[in-house]
């Protein structure tokens, strides 16, 4: 598996006008697809977002996930873990914030920078490593078996629309807290940081990886508001019915 | 104070129409001082609606907080307290989910259940209900003084439209989950409820209560983010700097 052989940008046969309002209906499905999930509260959603710094996450769970309710729908970043996380295993504080039944929960990244950022930094020994890949799948297999259905997306940037997008946040006032010299340092080790990506696609494929071409936000956007839709049409939702003991079946209508 | 004397419904001399569209605009205006909120990382809102059963504090918060940046604005609702959680002080569940700077938290229901409910079923003794009351001023002083702004609403419906909205949920498949027994059992001490609520309004009204029209939703929700912009524009946000050691003063513009 290469990434190399993967485009950052499809060609739509749409107009950006187009994709813009077709990416307003699918909100709209995923809206009350997830309405049936909240009322059934019979399974859950995780979706989790992986890419460079400046990939787009953000971006894309503001997309497809646009005016849903936020009482049924929580974002969890995960940053360099606290004294306390870091005393416990490194799934520890994933599972912790894993959605409960009705839920959707979305991760900013999330455990595979636990594989990424050791990998590449060399701070972890390679069986360490190769232990850490075995209990992503165990992990995402005991999830999946508990009702949790598991959407994983690499956002693929480019490395030069990176650049771009990362000098916005140098020229842009308005950007300028998105901003950190670390990025640029980061970005020094793009070859790196790209093999040991596609390790992670090969080896932790028990759940697939969507690879998103992400070089332009709204057909981004697009590409993943579909596999999420597929996704929780297949997941059996449906409103439940009346559960009361004052209320006889004749009130149902 | 009288909740009686309180309106369920204001005059609007807008059209509904009116009402929605200038909704959506209020909603944007929101989240371009919610962006500025995220950004600086310097102050936090504090959001909580209280109201009878359907009062509708799950429709005002989608309403109001309208695409708004996921990551940056957390729901929670207050349940039955767990054992462990009943095993700390009731302020103690609360507080671990006040919002970090830079964030909205919404709560849907929150401590002030700790009154209404033991107060209404007697099952606290007066001097308990009382200290309570000193302890939530003094907790939402020191939340304040913090840097976190604090809205409150009581979410006023008339006890006739709550029955209809009661009945929706027996009667539309898509609101069946909705219903609970308990709601209609909770509804025979309507006047109780209502004045604890006031005893509420006049005791703990160091941060302000605002008593919220809401027979009707779109009406109740315009009012509601009126008072939130209003309260966010006297938070002082902007963006911060750039900050950074790679890219000198030039680059900004």
Redesign the interface.
């Known amino acids: 598996m290469k990434l190399s052989d993967h485009p950052t940008r499809l060609e739509f046969d749409k107009s950006r006008k187009e994709i813009k309002k077709e990416n307003k209906q699918l909100s709209k499905d995923i809206i009350e697809l997830q309405?049936k999930l909240?009322?059934?509260?019979e399974k859950s959603l995780l979706v989790i977002f992986q890419g460079v710094d400046a990939s787009g996450k953000?971006s894309a769970?503001?997309d497809v996930?646009?005016?849903?309710?936020?009482?049924g729908?929580?974002?969890f970043?995960f940053k360099k873990p606290t004294e306390k996380e870091a005393s416990h295993d490194f799934l520890w504080r994933v599972h912790h914030v894993c959605p409960a039944k009705g839920m959707i929960h979305?991760f900013?990244r999330s455990h595979y920078e636990d594989i990424l950022v050791p990998k590449v930094e060399g701070y972890l020994p390679d069986d360490v490593i190769d232990e850490r890949f075995e209990m992503m799948n165990d992990f995402e297999r005991m999830l999946t078996k508990n009702g949790t259905t598991i959407l994983k997306f690499y956002l693929h940037l480019s490395k030069d629309r990176q650049k771009e997008k990362l000098m916005k946040r140098?020229?842009r006032?308005?950007k300028?807290?998105?901003?950190s010299?670390g990025d640029?340092e980061v970005r020094k080790k793009w070859d790196q940081y790209m093999e040991v990506y596609e390790e992670i696609f090969e080896r932790c494929n028990e759940v697939p990886w969507h690879i998103i071409p992400s070089d332009d936000n709204k057909e981004k956007a697009n590409i993943i508001a579909k596999i999420v839709i597929e996704a929780m049409e297949q997941m059996d939702l449906s409103?439940?019915?009346?559960?009361?003991?004052?209320?006889t079946p004749e009130?149902?209508?």
């Open positions: 309405r909240y009322a059934q509260k953000d769970l503001r996930f646009r005016e849903i309710n936020p009482a729908c929580h974002v970043s979305i900013n140098v020229n006032h308005d300028h807290y998105k901003h010299d640029w409103f439940p019915p009346l559960k009361s003991k004052l209320f009130y149902e209508n």
